[in-house]
């Protein structure tokens, strides 16, 4: 039999399939945080700067600044390394794929499913400085004119 799950359409599940990082925006995104975690790549045309990134994609220095407050606090409050790829790869690392989401879900104005995402994957006290950086972050991107989709789950549970 077939069965629907009853989270199978909420937004905020992450699937193991990949995102659909081909979007402008989602691709922005990622290359600056795989940037500023890497910013050296031989296969990716050597060094790059995460603000370059950033600048020309029109952040103003505000959202830089709040990007990198976001990813320093992601690296000091994590419970493990972050699951991330270099800038050469094509695939997308969970964790990439949750800062993706919450963003999306964030300029959507989801902060309930932004918040519940976060807390499966950070400690309890870090949720709400992480989430308050990430919104910042969506605000700028926003302003920028970039809007990441909020990629939905389809997953049918065989029982």
């Known amino acids: 039999m077939n069965f629907r799950s009853q989270h199978g359409s ?3 599940l992450i699937d193991d399939r990949p995102f659909d ?7 922005t995104v990622l290359n600056a945080v795989r940037t500023w975690l890497r910013p050296s790549c031989e296969s ?16 103003r220095e505000d959202g830089l600044e709040h990007f990198d407050l976001l990813m320093r606090s992601l690296m000091r409050v994590s419970y493990r390394p ?8 094509t695939e997308l690392g969970k964790d990439e794929a949750v800062v993706l989401q919450t963003i999306a879900l964030l ?9 519940r995402m976060l807390a499966e994957w950070l400690p309890a006290p870090a949720v709400s ?30 029982h």
């Not at 990082?21 to 691709?27: L, N």
């Not at 060094?47 to 029109?58: D, K, P, Q, T």
């Not at 972050?82 to 790869?89: K, P, Q, S």
């Not at 990441?148 to 049918?156: E, F, G, I, T």
């Open 10 to 12: 909420r937004p905020e």
């Open 21 to 27: 990082t081909d979007s402008a925006p989602d691709r």
């Open 44 to 59: 990716a045309r050597g060094s790059s700067h995460w603000r370059e990134v950033l600048s020309e994609a029109g952040l």
């Open 82 to 89: 972050l699951d991330t790829r270099c800038r050469c790869a």
């Open 107 to 115: 300029q959507k104005t989801h902060s309930g499913a932004a918040l």
């Open 129 to 158: 400085g992480v989430l308050k950086l990430l919104r910042w972050f969506a605000i700028d991107l926003l302003d920028a004119g970039i809007e990441l989709d909020v990629q939905a789950r389809r997953v049918s549970y065989m």
